[in-house]
Nanobody, 123 residues
Framework: VQLVESGGGLVQAGGSLRLSCAAP?????????VGWFRQAPGKEREGISC????????YYADSVKGRFTISRNNAKWPVYLQMNSLKPEDTAVYYC????????????????WGQGTQVTVSS
């Protein structure tokens, strides 16, 4: 399953953005956890947050805890990532994917990477 990310852009440090993650129609009825990841130039992709399939449990990496909020409503889609107090080091391509809900949010076997959405934070 390949999810579709949107909402990236250029923002000044201290600003906010909200990313959206949508599922293709054939996968929208399934019940699975979703994670957000990012990959900065020259760095490995890292999992930064995930939300459980149905009980609302969430996980955040230390690097974004307290600044980013992942959410999904009863309709399941889209899954949002609200990013506040952005820093230049948050600059990266952001991806979402189906995950196994646990601390490191590993991508599920049936998940694959989409195009991502670029977030650039200027100082």
């Amino acid at each position: 399953v390949q999810l579709v990310e949107s909402g990236g852009g250029l923002v000044q440090a201290g600003g906010s953005l909200r990313l959206s993650c949508a599922a293709p129609r054939f996968a929208a009825q399934a019940d699975y956890a979703v994670g957000w990841f990012r990959q900065a130039p020259g760095k490995e992709r890292e999992g930064i947050s995930c939300v459980a399939a149905s009980n609302g449990d969430t996980y955040y990496a230390d690097s974004v805890k307290g600044r980013f909020t992942i959410s999904r409503n009863n309709a399941k889609w889209p899954v949002y990532l609200q990013m506040n107090s952005l820093k230049p080091e948050d600059t990266a391509v952001y991806y979402c994917a189906p995950v196994v809900f646990r601390d490191d949010c590993p991508v599920a076997d049936f998940g694959s990477w989409g195009q991502g959405t670029q977030v650039t934070v200027s100082s």
